[in-house]
């Protein structure tokens, strides 16, 4: 199955997620951009292809604040089961300078998986699918009809 998600991270630090990516074994990584202030990074696995584009707050500032706002919109009109969860959902996405496209193709496999959530960790990240949140660990944080069954949590 291949994926197409978001990452609205409260850290923007570019070298410690191309750090998270080289430090992959088996995988062939192509970057576009400066290595300091990357734009796009390709991962090639064997079985997957993920490419991770780059969005900040400080480059991209319309783009950048129309998907923060969207977004916000959708979490903060969602009902919810859990306010705590919400809350900390929506204090994360206000806290937001940069965001991390990513799409897997042709098949999000066992690689790409713990790729993304150690990048939603280190960049104290959430993921969105288009339609529910996700934390560090895959759990369901906020889903459209308001399901919430963990909150944000990150290592460091």
Known sequence: MSLNCSVFCVKNDPAVVLEKVKSLSNVEVSIVGEESSWLSVEVATGEATMVITRLDSDTAV??????????????????????DNKEQL???????????????????????????????DSAHGVVFTGNLFLNVQGGLVLDMEGNSEEGLTWSE
Do not use: K, Y
Request: aromatic share 8%; proline share 4%.
């Open 62 to 83: 319309g783009e950048f604040d129309d998907l923060v706002d969207s977004t916000l919109l959708f979490a903060e009109s969602a009902p919810s089961q859990n306010d």
């Open 90 to 120: 929506i204090e994360a996405l206000n806290g937001c300078t940069q965001i991390l496209g990513v799409t897997v193709d042709p098949d999000f496999d066992e690689t790409c998986e713990d790729l993304l959530f150690a990048l939603v």
